[in-house]
């Protein structure tokens, strides 16, 4: 079986390779209506990194879902959450722990490669200058309704074809 991207970030000694699940698999069937029907065959593998911190992290913030995105081999970190103001600062600060927790599971150069805060129900966030600076210098993107494939990273470009004068004897 060909390596998958959250798998293939994941240090081999880690224990959050037991939760990681083939495609949308680890996703709440609620949050799959987050994701376009366009995009959603893109996924090769997913990680409840929320279920798979608690024990670890009972009372810390915790970031709901690392997905990896075949088309361009990166992982996509996934928060569905309540789309109001006064939740910016939880967002940062859930990322921010999800950094420090994910680290020792991590191999050396994986990296996440877009945090996306998906409102979760009715969008009541005033996208000020501020708020929006705020997620701007995190690294969150808001989006709202639904994750579109314009904030997913883009596809490797395929490997270069190598040009020949002709066939090697």
């Known amino acids: 079986m060909a390596s998958t991207p959250v798998r293939a970030a994941l240090d ?22 987050k994701f376009d029907p366009a995009i959603r065959s893109g996924f090769g593998d997913s990680l409840d990194l929320d279920a798979a911190m ?7 913030n915790r970031w709901d879902y690392l997905l990896g995105h075949t088309p361009s081999g990166e992982i996509v970190a996934v928060e569905p959450h309540s789309a109001e103001s006064h939740e910016v ?33 009715k969008n009541q966030f005033a996208d000020t200058e501020k708020a929006r600076r705020l997620l701007d210098q995190s690294g969150i993107e808001f989006v709202c309704p639904t994750v579109l494939a314009k904030h997913l990273p883009a596809a490797a470009p395929p490997p270069a074809v190598r040009q020949g004068r002709g066939r090697r004897r």
């Open 89 to 121: 600062k939880v967002v940062i600060a859930k990322r921010k722990a999800a950094l420090e927790q994910l680290r020792p599971h991590l191999r050396n150069g994986a990296r996440v490669a877009a945090w996306i805060w998906v409102a979760s129900g």
């Open 12 to 33: 081999e000694k880690s224990s959050l390779h037991s939760s990681v699940r083939d495609g949308l698999g680890a996703i709440d069937r609620a949050h799959h209506p």
């Open 54 to 60: 608690q024990p670890q992290h009972p009372t810390a």
